[in-house]
């Protein structure tokens, strides 16, 4: 015989139905903290060039110190710091903006007659989708020297400034899809919901989230993007420099968007709450049965759909211009076609709101208001289908535009995310089906009015004189009025007038909990629709993460760059070797000059100096440059002599990109002879 667990019972199983939703946020809000440590924002401009290169060693000081990035990025005077090895500036902070084309080109003129040494150069600037960028590296003049200079650690956008602001990124998106989604779900699918108080608390939630969101982003776009320090909050000049950038225009056009949205809220759960409330007692107690009150249930019901049709119009208006923040600050306004991006974007975030906002909208009708009609999740389900075909349309442009190549999608970061998120979204169409199943079974709601009937004729009445309070009970809900002298008792004690108040609520919400529990078509959609917004939860951290990921294009552009080594100057390559052959006048100095110092057909010039630092005439002088990496070389050059002192050579050929080593073998007598070599990248 097989033992048989025992059944849990329906109070236990209703306590855990009950924690069910804050163990879902619970869940949600821990990935969502995993989400924002594990993926600090990125920078999605990436520096793809410098003039003089990270490292090089060259053999003057150069005029000016100019950086190239694969975007547009927005730069101020103090963007671009040089500091020689003792930490002093030697730049003069005056920003020069070389941009031509698609070329983007920032520089800052050097103080002149630097010494030779090594420099550190420290840049950051704000990339054209809002995110900070930053960077340093070093360069040498004639030599590397120590230098007590040290190279930041701490990233543009990071640290516990960075932390608030991506949490405060986090709830605007939260807050967007709420409010925009939760007063879809009532114009387009429940109407009758506007007059429902859970409803309304969930929609100005989600205005109130974003509001406080983007304020908290305003305040603090100025250490997020600075200093790192939370003081800079109190900036006023820094606060004006942050409303003329583009982000800085985004949020305050939102927070003049919600301004609007406030008014449309009201409206909203004001008069055209009134007018359904209004409506819905006329169809109970039959007032239009009379020709006059069908007329004027008829005049009334045409004032209602104008109410309805406009603040659809007005509120579809406000929620584009909210969605178009986003579109016109991130990353649909840089990149290719951004033109036709942003207008997609929009469409993008729009539909995500009304899917998954009217979800979370759905989630609380069917756990707070007892009468939702079949009716309206039919309707959310149509929704839902709409938005869905938007999502796919609209992301599927979007990830053609961000990836590039299909490589992309597992090489890196951005792709992988695409990929998880399609996976949430195939999962949330998945359960979306057993939700439909479920609304198909969905049950008519009984009226309150015949519940309470049928509760009349069953229920038995148990009146105890001892206490003056009358104890009902019906279907396992025990109810307690006060009668005769007990009442008048009540009226006296207030401490007893309480707790028959509270008596009376809770014996409300027992009964709104039966109707409720009534239908098993209700609870089982209920369980499913909350299945749904778990998904949804981790969707939209997901969908934010993802927003803030460097685009798998961009992140291939920059990984081909740097496989094919790092950037080279735009001129010609400059070197200077000293030597010593250890016999008589055998110490001296050559410098190279490789020009273009580019792949294919170069020019080679050398100057050999004694150590009084006039021309040195050698006996004989050989030059080999080798690949390593790809096993080429060594590729003699035998130079002619120009002059006492200087040899060149035309049509020095080099076939692959790389860093190549010099190797330059000096001879300056028949038995004293010595090879120095140096490192250069050749792009």
Not at 137 to 152: I, N
Request: hydrophobic letters at 45%; a neutral charge.
């Amino acid at each position: 015989m097989t033992a048989t667990a025992p059944a849990p019972s329906p109070a236990r199983a209703a306590r855990a139905t009950a924690h069910l939703p804050r163990l879902v946020l619970v869940l949600a809000a821990l990935l969502a903290s995993l989400f924002t440590a594990a993926s600090p924002a990125s920078a999605h401009a990436a520096l793809t060039a410098s003039d003089p290169k990270d490292g090089a060693v060259v053999a003057t000081a150069p005029a000016q110190v100019t950086l190239s990035f694969s975007e547009q990025v927005a730069m101020g005077d103090d963007s671009i710091r040089v500091m020689d090895p003792q930490g002093k500036r030697v730049d003069t902070g005056e920003l020069r903006d070389m941009c031509s084309g698609s070329t983007v080109r920032y520089g800052t003129a050097l103080h002149s007659g630097l010494p030779n040494g090594t420099y550190t150069v420290a840049w950051q600037a704000v990339s054209a989708d809002s995110h900070p960028v930053s960077g340093a590296f070093t360069f040498s003049v004639g030599a590397p020297s120590a230098t007590s200079v040290s190279l930041p650690d701490r990233q543009a956008g990071g640290g516990p400034v960075g932390v608030v602001y991506d949490i405060a990124r986090y709830a605007a998106y939260a807050g967007f899809t709420v409010l925009v989604g939760g007063a879809a779900f009532i114009l387009l699918c429940w109407r009758r919901g506007s007059a429902e108080r859970p409803l309304q608390k969930l929609v100005v939630g989600g205005w109130v989230t974003l509001t406080a969101a983007t304020l908290a982003m305003l305040v603090l776009r100025t250490p997020y993007t600075g200093s790192g320090k939370f003081a800079d909050v109190f900036d006023l000049d820094g606060l004006q420099a942050v409303l003329e950038t583009k982000t800085g225009a985004s949020f305050v056009s939102r927070l003049l968007l919600l301004g609007a949205a406030a008014l449309f809220i009201a409206v909203l759960f004001g008069a055209y709450a009134r007018r359904q409330k209004t409506s819905a007692a006329e169809a109970v107690e039959g007032t239009g049965a009379e020709e006059t009150g069908a007329e004027a249930a008829e005049e009334a019901k045409k004032e209602t759909s104008d109410l309805a049709f406009g603040l659809a119009i007005g509120g579809t208006v406000v929620a584009g211009g909210i969605a178009a923040t986003w579109a016109l600050a991130e990353h649909a306004s840089t990149g290719i076609q951004p033109a036709i991006a942003m207008p997609v974007d929009i469409l993008h975030l729009l539909a995500v709101a009304a899917w998954l906002g009217g979800l979370v909208a759905l989630l609380v009708a069917l756990h707070k208001v007892p009468d939702i009609e079949r009716e309206a999740v039919q309707r959310f389900s149509k929704v839902a289908f709409i938005s869905v075909l938007v999502l796919a349309v609209t992301g599927v442009y979007q990830s053609w535009r961000q990836l590039g190549s299909w490589s992309a999608l597992t090489d890196t970061s951005y792709g992988r995310l695409l990929i998880i998120k399609v996976s949430l979204v195939a999962v949330l169409v998945a359960i979306a089906y057993l939700s439909r199943k479920w609304t198909g079974r969905l049950g008519e709601v009984r009226s309150t009015e015949g519940a309470e009937a049928g509760a009349t004729e069953e229920e038995p009445a148990e009146v105890l004189a001892g206490d003056g309070v009358s104890r009902e009970t019906s279907a396992g809900v025990s109810r307690e009025t006060p009668t005769g002298s007990g009442s008048g008792a009540a009226d006296a004690d207030p401490r007893r007038a309480a707790q028959l108040e509270r008596q009376r609520a809770a014996r409300e919400k027992a009964r709104e909990k039966q109707v409720r529990d009534a239908d098993p078509g209700r609870a089982g959609l209920r369980r499913s629709v909350l299945a749904e917004a778990g998904v949804a939860v981790v969707l939209l951290a997901v969908t934010t993460v993802l927003t803030s990921t460097e685009p798998g294009r961009a992140a291939q552009l920059e990984t081909n760059r740097s496989a094919a080594g790092p950037a080279v100057p735009n001129r010609a390559i400059k070197i200077t070797l000293p030597f010593d052959t250890g016999g008589q006048n055998g110490k001296g100095t050559v410098r190279l000059e490789l020009d273009p110092g580019r792949v294919g057909a170069n020019t080679l010039h050398l100057w050999a100096d004694g150590e009084d630092g006039k021309p040195l005439d050698l006996p004989e002088i050989k030059i080999a440059f080798t690949l390593p990496a790809k096993e080429i070389g060594p590729l003699p050059v035998a130079p002619d002599r120009d002059a006492p002192g200087h040899w060149s050579a035309s049509g020095v050929q080099l076939p692959l990109a790389g860093e190549w080593r010099i190797d330059v073998t000096v001879r300056t007598s028949d038995i004293d002879q010595t090879t120095v070599q140096k490192n250069v990248k050749i792009g």
